[in-house]
């Protein structure tokens, strides 16, 4: 009797179901869990956001702000900036600030960019994950293995941010007192859908100095941001 090599997938059920059923077990659980794991992760209620700033001068309860375009993207009116300084009027509203009145002069000034970045590309190495063995001509396994097959693929990150900056009320050409930014990087670039985390993100961190930046987990629910 001669024995001929075979390599095959692992996910090629039709060679699987000719191993020994131990092994097809062991194979179907771990495709199983893998599938799972897709599932699970597109189905997040949260994401992780780079937050970090830079302050000179803090914000102090009592003084009142309000805001002003402060990037290209930023429309004033528009659907997104309601979205965006509504919930940043309700994080500074929690740390004692006041909405200026429409007549007056804001203690602060509070310029908003928000947007979708350009897309950066890179290339990935992962592994492909390979199963092998011998096998008689009567279908009786004599040995099996796995291996692996090293690829590249290109991945493509999309940033989406949004950045506030805070200047003097009395001086607003002077140059600023401080700035908060919140950044996602993703393979999608839907702004709409992560803003208000971005403005969540930064609850702890407009007007004040971070220690570089750091990664945070929020929620994407408002109902979930309290």
């Known amino acids: 009797m001669y024995c001929h090599d075979i390599a095959f997938a692992a996910n090629d ?100 960019d928000y947007g979708v ?30 291996g692996a097959h090293y690829r590249t693929r290109v991945i493509t990150r999309i940033p989406v941010y949004l950045r506030i900056e805070g200047k003097s009320g009395d001086a607003p050409g002077s140059e600023r007192s401080w700035r908060s930014s919140a950044v996602k990087i993703g393979t999608r670039g839907n702004l709409d859908r992560v803003l208000p985390a971005l403005v969540w993100a930064l609850r702890d961190v407009i007007g004040t100095s971070t220690t570089g930046s750091r990664i945070i987990t929020v929620p994407l629910d408002p109902q979930e941001m309290q």
């Open 13 to 112: 059920f039709s060679v699987v179901r000719s191993l020994a059923e131990g092994k097809t077990r062991v194979m179907k659980k771990l495709l199983m869990l893998y599938f799972l794991s897709l599932l699970s992760s597109g189905c997040a209620h949260t994401v992780s956001v780079h937050v970090d700033g830079e302050a000179s001068q803090a914000l102090q309860a009592g003084e009142t702000f309000s805001f002003e375009v402060g990037g290209p993207q930023a429309v004033k009116g528009s659907e997104r900036w309601q979205i965006t300084t509504a919930a940043l009027s309700r994080i500074l509203l929690q740390q004692g600030l006041q909405p200026a009145a429409p007549d007056e002069k804001s203690d602060w000034l509070l310029l908003i």
């Open 117 to 146: 970045g350009e897309p950066q590309s890179r290339d990935q190495l992962y592994v492909s994950p390979m199963a092998f063995g011998r096998f008689h001509r009567g279908g009786h396994r004599v040995g099996i293995g796995f």
